[in-house]
């Protein structure tokens, strides 16, 4: 399978929806409690400083997406949160990687200078190796941080990587 990670396209928010909202569903990964409608999906990702989605470039079906915005304002504008997902039965075949990588290039380009992830599950495995071996530092977990869909506090682990030099968005 063939991925292309591109900027997303209004006529994508179909396929982005579905993805999004099966994470949430899941309630183990992102800290939304609700699912988003078209009307609040537009909104929300049109929002962002950057979402990009990962296209199997044989069928041009959406296999996963990404948001990228500021983490904090004024003087710390410079440091940028990207949330992923990929959907479920396409997990562990590289996708997820492809995104973090180019979520990692855009917050560059678009003057970050860092990438932190504020609230990654303790459970998630799989997500907190990838981004190890990213080369992700992890910073220590917080008790209790996050609130699982089955009523139970785990740990959440925060994470930071350096994007570049590039300018922040105040300067």
Request: aromatic letters at 8%; a negative charge; charged letters at 25%.
């Amino acid at each position: 399978m063939a991925i292309k990670i591109r900027k997303y396209q209004a006529e994508d928010l179909p396929e982005m929806l579905a993805i999004w909202n099966e994470v949430v569903d899941e309630g183990r990964a992102f800290p939304h409690k609700e699912a988003l409608d078209m009307e609040s999906a537009s909104e929300f990702f049109a929002g962002q400083s950057h979402c990009g989605v990962a296209v199997d470039e044989a069928s041009g079906k959406i296999h996963g997406l990404y948001i990228l915005h500021p983490n904090n304002v004024g003087r710390c504008g410079h440091l940028s949160n990207a949330s992923y997902a990929v959907s479920k039965n396409l997990r562990n075949r590289g996708i997820g990687r492809l995104l973090v990588e180019d979520s990692l290039e855009i917050a560059g380009e678009l003057g970050f200078r860092i990438l932190q992830f504020n609230a990654v599950a303790k459970s998630n495995a799989a997500a907190r190796a990838l981004y190890e071996k990213l080369g992700f530092v992890p910073l220590g977990c917080v008790p209790g941080g996050f609130l699982r869909k089955d009523g139970v506090y785990e740990d959440i682990c925060l994470y930071y990587h350096p994007v570049g030099e590039g300018r922040s968005k105040q300067e």
